[in-house]
């Protein structure tokens, strides 16, 4: 199979020929790639669109330094790492070293995303090449294809990899360890390349399937990591303005809810609890039927309302666990924005679609399921809710990374979250570089590492979860009831702000951020709103009028539950003794009285509450 010469743009220019018609290896950065955007379609990130940026420079220097036949490129979400790999692409083939690319990409969309970007600078491939084609046209450089229909026939793309020098560009590589046949597929179909180059925003997966082509080492634990031959993490890029700071605008509340036992539990959002009793009160919390949700999404609409004072064009994300879910939210949203909402279901054929016209759009809202969380390229997007049970470091990495990239200085990008420990691990430590571990480390915790970002509720975040159906199951798991507090804000590791009702003067303090500052500018205004919210609360006690102590609930002195349960089985003790009753009688009545399940499977909320009746009870004895 022929494929035509790349047309004048990227010829070699007369200088670099030598009288004897040979031609001179051309300097790292030359050619017509460097004209592309790594914001494409149409809107440039902020001082890129003429010219490569630092770290995509230092990469191909890294690379032309040693010409591997694997490398390895980590760079963040909203960095350019399309830029990147087309203008490598481009460097070989310039030096006569490949005459065709694959793309390899996790999904359909991406595959026209890179298909478009190739053409800008003159390198034509065919995203609608099919498996049953066998061959693509002449006029084609090359094609992109999935890492499923890679998997499909494996033999077939390693006969087209066979018929040509190759360049392969793995795009988000650790997808290959998706499944044992994917990996496989990928290495008998790929093997033969001449170049392999893999791409990254998140060189780690959750779990120890290994990615092909990716070497690894044992570090000194005799953990296999990942080695990475480039790698441009979150902080860099930051301190580059190459991406935006992210505010986390996180919220807690009160749920209740019925489990699949029939035990009516209840608890606060960030509390101490097991993993259980927060991944349901997790689930409550996005229950579209409760008050959680619909609180959370406003506020965020308000924030998408003050962003777009100073970008026009900002839009919002939700991002959904499932389609019932993401159906009902966009419906609360039209309520509450009073515009359309566009609703991308990853299932649906109209999808890729749905997403480009929106980019081009300058409409408010998006809901999606998923398919939005990884290497869709929408640069207008500042604001998010991320309002799914996904819970690996993998799948929140990608999701903040749609919202990360910087068009022009100044810009911050906002993401609504719930108070969930998982997710405050992961959002306190995005400057974190990961590697990918082959290998775990025994803790030596006979229950785990409850909130390892790494192990944390993967299996219950990660079930796709049959909302509708639960619904309609009387025995199943339901939802009795939520409210939404403002927390906190997070902002490049530090805590501002504490606990105030939704719609109150604290909440719309911190919503009220301008979208416009320099992250120090961002800082300040954190710290002054505040210094300003602490000194309204101190008012608040000064003001208020003395209440008499023996009314006032028990406050907690522990947070977790072993302590909590260790302070109500003392407090039984002592009251067994008081009323001469036998312990198991004592912890059924607080169990009559209170309500919920027994003392093993309480949620932290309700065992301060039998701690608080126990207290009232000896404090009428004594009186």
């Keep these: 199979m022929h494929v ?143 890492y499923a229909q890679v998997a499909a026939r494996p033999a077939l793309h390693r006969e087209l990899t066979e018929s040509a020098r190759s360049l392969i560009i793995l795009d988000e590589v650790h997808h290959g360890g998706d499944a044992l046949s994917w990996g496989e597929a990928i290495r008998e179909a790929f093997a033969p390349a001449t170049r392999r180059l893999s791409l990254t925003g998140t060189p780690f997966r959750s779990d120890t399937s290994p990615i092909p082509f990716v070497s690894y080492l044992q570090d000194e634990h005799g953990i296999r990591l990942s080695q990475t031959d480039y790698n441009y993490g979150y902080g860099r890029a930051l301190q580059d303005g190459v991406v935006r700071p992210v505010l986390f605008m996180v919220y807690a509340g009160h749920m209740r809810w019925r489990s699949k036992v029939g035990d009516e539990m209840e608890a606060r959002l960030g509390e101490g609890n097991t993993k259980d009793i927060t991944s349901q009160a997790w689930r409550t919390a996005l229950d579209p039927a409760g008050d959680w949700i619909p609180s959370v999404l406003a506020a965020a609409n308000r924030r998408l309302a003050e962003v777009r004072q100073g970008i026009p064009d900002a839009g919002g994300l939700v991002i959904a666990t499932d389609q019932f879910t993401a159906r009902a939210y966009a419906a609360i949203l039209e309520n509450i924005s009073g515009e359309p909402v566009t609703v991308v279901l990853s299932d649906e054929k109209e999808a890729s679609g749905r997403i480009e016209e929106y980019s081009k759009s300058s409409r408010r809202w998006m809901v999606a399921v998923r398919m939005v969380s990884e290497g869709v390229d929408i640069p207008r997007l500042a604001v998010g809710v991320y309002a799914t049970s996904a819970s690996t ?180 003790g002592i009251w067994s003794k008081t009323s001469d009753q036998p312990h198991g009688l004592v912890h059924a009545e607080l169990r009559r009285v209170c309500g919920g399940p027994a003392v093993p499977q309480a949620s932290v909320t309700q065992l301060q509450s039998r701690i608080a009746t126990v207290r009232k009870w000896m404090g009428a004895h004594h009186s």
């Design 4 to 146: 035509n010469s790349l047309p004048d743009p990227l010829a070699l220019p007369e200088d670099r020929v030598d009288p004897s018609g040979t031609a001179i290896t051309p300097a790292v950065g030359g050619g017509a790639a460097e004209h592309l955007s790594p914001s494409f379609p149409e809107r440039a990130a902020w001082g890129t669109a003429s010219k490569l940026r630092a770290w995509q420079s230092e990469a191909l220097e890294a690379y032309f330094t040693h010409q591997p036949r694997d490398f390895l490129a980590a760079a963040t979400p909203g960095a350019g790492k399309t830029t990147f790999a087309l203008r490598l692409a481009s460097e070989l083939l310039h030096r006569g070293i490949i005459d065709r690319v694959t793309v390899v990409a996790p999904t359909e969309h991406l595959k026209k995303q890179w298909a478009d970007a190739a053409d800008r600078v003159h390198i034509r491939l065919t995203p609608g090449f099919k498996n049953s084609d066998r061959r693509y046209g002449s006029h084609f450089h090359g094609v992109a294809v999935t």
């Design 393 to 572: 470091p993998l799948f929140f990495a990608q999701a903040i990374g749609r919202f990360v990239r910087a068009r022009r200085r100044g810009e911050t990008a906002s993401i609504f979250l719930p108070n969930v420990p998982g997710l405050m691990a992961l959002a306190g430590t995005m400057e974190l570089e990961r590697d990918h571990a082959l290998d775990r480390r025994d803790s030596g915790d006979p229950e785990g590492d409850m909130w390892n970002p790494e192990d944390a509720m993967v299996a219950e975040a990660n079930v796709q979860d049959k909302a509708s159906d639960a619904l309609q199951n009387d025995f199943a798991f339901q939802a009795l009831g939520s409210h939404a507090t403002f927390d906190r804000v997070l902002f490049e590791g530090s805590e501002f702000g504490a606990e105030a009702p939704v719609d109150s003067d604290e909440e719309l303090d911190f919503i009220g951020i301008p979208g416009l500052l320099e992250p120090d500018q961002v800082r300040e205004l954190l710290q002054h709103r505040q210094a300003r919210q602490q000194r309204h609360a101190a008012d608040r006690r000064k003001n208020a009028p003395p209440t008499p102590s023996e009314d006032e609930p028990a406050a907690p002195l522990y947070r977790t539950l072993a302590e909590q349960r260790k302070l109500l089985n003392s407090l039984v």
